[in-house]
């Protein structure tokens, strides 16, 4: 709603003219002035109160001021100083012009008249006064430059009425706040100039003016501008914006795109990044360029509702040649500033055609190409446009722009290394996990394994590792920490537990080791005789298909889930046991005997904890997700990840091995009591190849009856009674045992020629696939693999 002020409305003449000529409104003041009353002129040409034929030249700007010869109703010429502003179409009302030309008070006041002495002309400040009806007595020249008229002509005209734009028409309200209350108030705004095109910032001291006795009788307005401060404090809301919202990710496309969209429009209309690639430099940005360069668009971001058409695509390389702005910037290492006016842009726009009927295209006038520059390293460049904007980049413009893609450097940079590091941890932590989990017939086995999102890649790992007696040991560990050194550790003791595994050591026995060399590697990465800071937690299970007991210690590992054939998932029971690194304590096995079928899930932390749910949360996802297991593992592995992480990914890494149990059955294990009488040799071998008939084996009968004669022989010669025999085989090998309760191992040696003994053992190594020894809690077992296929190669 409109306001009303106490003023007199004629004391002004005022039309409008619409765009077509044609009068559309007429006030009182203009009755007054010419004598014709509106009915007789609103909505016919506006060139009939014109007299003579002399016709006014067409305005080119917004604002037109002269003195035109006008007809009066009476029929005499009335020459009228006339000042028009251009109207724009706004809320349903039609563009035109705004003609106005004062009635009253445009004459000199007196002398004694209190608001000539309040015209402070000397001022070097824009000051200027108004009367009671906030009509301007009295201005100094330098409002009159400020505002771009001569007081001779706007005397008598109201704040609205000179400016005609939305930031006159708010000044004005103020005045009049200052006339009624009494109380002097400052206003700011944010306008153009009569001096030049540049947007300038003002502000506005509005104060009474009094006279002898102390009445009101009109306004003083001083305006300075504070353009410069207001810049200033631009640029640093700027700066300090920029330090918050560029860099919020490790992300160098991300942290490009907030480069530009920080910059867009507060300093340029179009803004684009282009980074060096790395990889075209050895894997590291250069310190030094050539001068002709190739960049790869990383982000870029326009005023307009789509960026122009066009123009590079984020991942698409561009090449600047030597004199570029561009190439250019970054060769001399500091920012340089183009523009049409001075004719430097169209020259590098030349060597570029289709780029320089863009620029055209779209209207810009002046570049910025700021190097982007790290830790002394050339990262690429940021090209600032403007076109929309009609003022050109400037030198404090430049300093800017530098600031802000100097702090936005250290974030690409930080982001470059971070992405470079966590792909070399990620590719080492491949290459030291299993690609493929190996067959057994003990059980059936699928993994998963999920880097960080956001953390880094770290030290989780997984393994399924083929023991003697068709027994195999599963395990599931997590370094503590993330990057390369967490990546390298876990390779570490992933082979240290290979080599453990090796030499059949019992679950708690084997920690014990992995504790022992964890507090190695915390001594050697610690420095000045402090010890480092290597530590990690693991589950080692050992499952044996043939008496399908399953063996298990952890080192602070989260205990596994097991899934019974017809059953509903539960924790097992296991001894915590303190994590790997502490020393001196001890851990403690569990044996549990798992029906064929079972399920077995081994994981890491990082499945079942996260920010928004507790352990015992995330276990009961786990168990929901492992009660619909269908009967194939890697199914149920992708469900019980989607089941239990987010779509944006784990806060920290994932290992999971699941693993179904398989039995053997009776008819597949031989055994047998070996009496310590070397005569009973001959009777064992017989046995052997009735059993091996009896299985279908009869192409190996000779090769294991070499091999147990061999073996049970050196027992009953080297080891201590009982002695027990068993042949255990599937579909691919055949394992022959021998046990006695003798804890000393046999050693292979090389016989020499003279030798009447000594080739036992170095026979047995050349007839099998594999052989060793393994102690038991009874005494030793020595055992052999014969395949059962002929293998490639």
């Known amino acids: 709603m409109s306001r009303v002020y106490p003023f007199d409305d004629a004391a002004t003449a005022r039309a409008v003219i619409d765009d077509d000529g044609t009068l559309a409104e007429w006030n009182e003041g203009a009755r007054r002035l010419l004598g014709h009353s509106a009915d007789t002129v609103v909505g016919r040409p506006a060139a009939r109160l014109l007299a003579g034929d002399r016709i006014p030249v067409a305005p080119a700007g917004d604002r037109w001021q002269g003195t035109v010869a006008l007809r009066h109703r009476d029929g005499r010429t009335v020459p009228v100083r006339l000042l028009a502003h251009r109207r724009r179409a706004s809320d349903g009302r039609p563009g035109?012009?705004?003609?106005?030309?004062?009635?009253?008070?445009?004459?000199?006041?007196?002398?004694?008249d209190p608001l000539a002495g309040a015209g402070l002309t000397q001022s070097p400040c824009a000051v200027a006064v108004y009367d009671e009806q906030l009509r301007l007595r009295r201005m100094n020249d330098e409002m009159a430059a400020v505002i771009g008229l001569p007081e001779p002509l706007v005397r008598g005209l109201r704040v609205s009425e000179i400016g005609g734009r939305p930031q006159s028409e708010e000044l004005e309200r103020v005045m009049l706040?200052?006339?009624?209350?009494?109380?002097?108030?400052?206003?700011?705004?944010?306008?153009?100039?009569?001096?030049?095109?540049?947007?300038?910032?003002?502000?506005?001291?509005?104060?009474?003016?009094?006279?002898?006795?102390?009445?009101?009788?009109?306004?003083?307005?001083?305006?300075?501008?504070?353009?410069?401060?207001?810049?200033?404090?631009?640029?640093?809301?700027?700066?300090?914006e920029a330090s918050v919202r560029i860099g919020s990710t490790l992300d160098v496309t991300r942290t490009a795109q907030e480069l530009a969209h920080m910059c867009v429009p507060a300093l340029a209309d179009f803004v684009t990044v282009d980074l060096l690639d790395p990889e075209d430099y050895g894997g590291e940005p250069p310190a030094r360029i050539a001068a002709s360069l190739t960049l790869r668009r990383a982000?870029?971001?326009?005023?307009?509702?789509?960026?122009?058409?066009?123009?590079?695509?984020?991942?698409?390389?561009?090449?600047?040649p030597?004199?570029?702005?561009?190439?250019?910037?970054?060769?001399?290492?500091?920012?340089?500033i183009t523009s049409m006016a001075t004719g430097d842009m169209a020259r590098w726009l030349a060597w570029n055609t289709a780029r320089g009927e863009r620029v055209r295209t779209f209207g810009g006038h002046s570049t910025m190409s700021v190097p982007i520059r790290a830790r002394g390293l050339t990262l690429g460049v940021a090209v600032f446009i403007r076109h929309r904007r009609p003022d050109g980049f400037t030198e404090d413009d430049g300093l800017l722009a530098e600031e802000i893609t100097t702090r936005a450097a250290v974030c690409i940079d930080n982001a470059r290394r971070y992405s470079r590091e966590r792909e070399t941890a990620l590719a080492l932590q491949r290459s030291l996990l299993p690609r493929n989990l190996p067959?057994?017939?003990?059980?059936?086995?699928?993994?998963?394994?999920?880097?960080?999102?956001?953390?880094?890649?770290?030290?989780?790992?997984?393994?399924?590792?083929?023991?003697?007696?068709?027994?195999?040991?599963?395990?599931?560990?997590?370094?503590?920490?993330?990057?390369?050194?967490?990546?390298?550790?876990?390779?570490?003791?992933?082979?240290a537990v290979r080599t453990l595994a090796d030499i059949?050591?019992?679950?708690?026995?084997?920690?014990?080791?992995?504790?022992?060399?964890?507090?190695?590697?915390?001594?050697?990465?610690?420095?000045?005789?402090?010890?480092?800071?290597?530590?990690?937690?693991?589950?080692?299970?050992?499952?044996?298909?043939?008496?399908?007991?399953?063996?298990?210690?952890?080192?602070?590992?989260?205990?596994?889930?097991l899934m019974p054939p017809g059953g509903d998932p539960r924790l097992l029971d296991l001894p915590a046991g303190p994590p790997l690194g502490l020393g001196g304590l001890p851990f403690e096995s569990a044996e549990v005997e798992l029906a064929e079928g079972s399920v077995l899930a081994l994981y890491t932390d990082g499945l079942v904890l996260?920010?928004?749910?507790?352990?015992?949360?995330?276990?009961d996802l786990l168990f929901r997700a492992l009660a619909a297991h269908t009967?194939?593992?890697?199914?149920?592995?992708?469900?019980?990840?989607?089941?239990?992480?987010?779509?944006?990914?784990?806060?920290?890494?994932?290992?999971?091995?699941?693993?179904?149990?398989?039995?053997?059955?009776?008819?597949?294990?031989?055994?047998?009591?070996?009496?310590?009488?070397?005569?009973?040799?001959?009777?064992?071998?017989?046995?052997?190849?009735?059993?091996?008939?009896?299985?279908?084996?009869?192409?190996?009968?000779?090769?294991?009856?070499?091999?147990?004669?061999?073996?049970?022989?050196?027992?009953?010669?080297?080891?201590?009674r009982p002695i027990r025999l068993r042949l255990i085989h599937d579909a691919a090998t055949l394992i022959c045992e021998v046990s006695d309760t003798s804890h000393t191992a046999p050693h292979l040696r090389r016989a020499k020629i003279f030798d009447e003994g000594g080739r036992g053992l170095l026979l047995v190594a050349q007839l099998t696939q594999r052989w060793g020894s393994r102690h038991t809690p009874e005494g030793k077992t020595i055992w052999a693999e014969l395949p059962l296929y002929e293998r490639d190669g």
């Open 299 to 320: 982000a870029h971001w326009s005023v307009l509702d789509g960026v122009p058409e066009a123009v590079s695509e984020p991942g698409q390389t561009e090449v600047y």
């Open 439 to 495: 067959r057994t017939a003990a059980l059936e086995a699928s993994s998963r394994y999920l880097p960080a999102a956001r953390a880094g890649v770290g030290g989780d790992w997984f393994d399924v590792i083929p023991l003697s007696g068709m027994r195999v040991a599963m395990v599931v560990g997590d370094v503590v920490g993330h990057g390369v050194q967490a990546s390298a550790t876990m390779g570490r003791l992933r082979t």
């Open 610 to 619: 996260s920010r928004n749910r507790d352990a015992d949360t995330g276990r």
């Open 504 to 561: 059949d050591l019992a679950p708690d026995e084997l920690l014990t080791h992995l504790d022992d060399l964890v507090l190695r590697l915390s001594d050697e990465s610690g420095g000045e005789g402090n010890p480092g800071e290597v530590g990690a937690t693991c589950l080692y299970a050992v499952y044996d298909p043939v008496s399908r007991h399953c063996t298990l210690a952890r080192a602070g590992h989260p205990p596994p889930v």
């Open 96 to 112: 035109g012009w705004l003609v106005v030309s004062p009635l009253t008070g445009a004459e000199p006041p007196p002398a004694e």
């Open 322 to 336: 030597a004199g570029s702005p561009q190439a250019d910037s970054l060769t001399a290492g500091h920012t340089i």
């Open 177 to 240: 706040q200052v006339l009624t209350s009494g109380r002097p108030l400052d206003m700011q705004t944010f306008t153009g100039s009569g001096v030049d095109d540049r947007a300038h910032a003002w502000l506005a001291r509005l104060a009474p003016v009094r006279d002898a006795d102390g009445r009101i009788v009109g306004v003083s307005l001083a305006a300075h501008d504070v353009t410069d401060n207001y810049r200033a404090r631009q640029r640093l809301q700027l700066v300090n």
């Open 631 to 720: 009967g194939s593992l890697d199914e149920t592995c992708d469900a019980i990840l989607h089941a239990l992480l987010p779509r944006a990914g784990a806060a920290d890494d994932v290992a999971l091995l699941l693993a179904c149990t398989q039995g053997l059955a009776a008819s597949q294990v031989a055994t047998w009591d070996i009496p310590a009488d070397p005569a009973q040799v001959a009777s064992v071998r017989k046995q052997v190849v009735d059993r091996l008939d009896a299985w279908g084996l009869s192409e190996v009968a000779f090769t294991a009856e070499l091999v147990v004669s061999e073996l049970v022989t050196n027992a009953i010669r080297y080891g201590s």
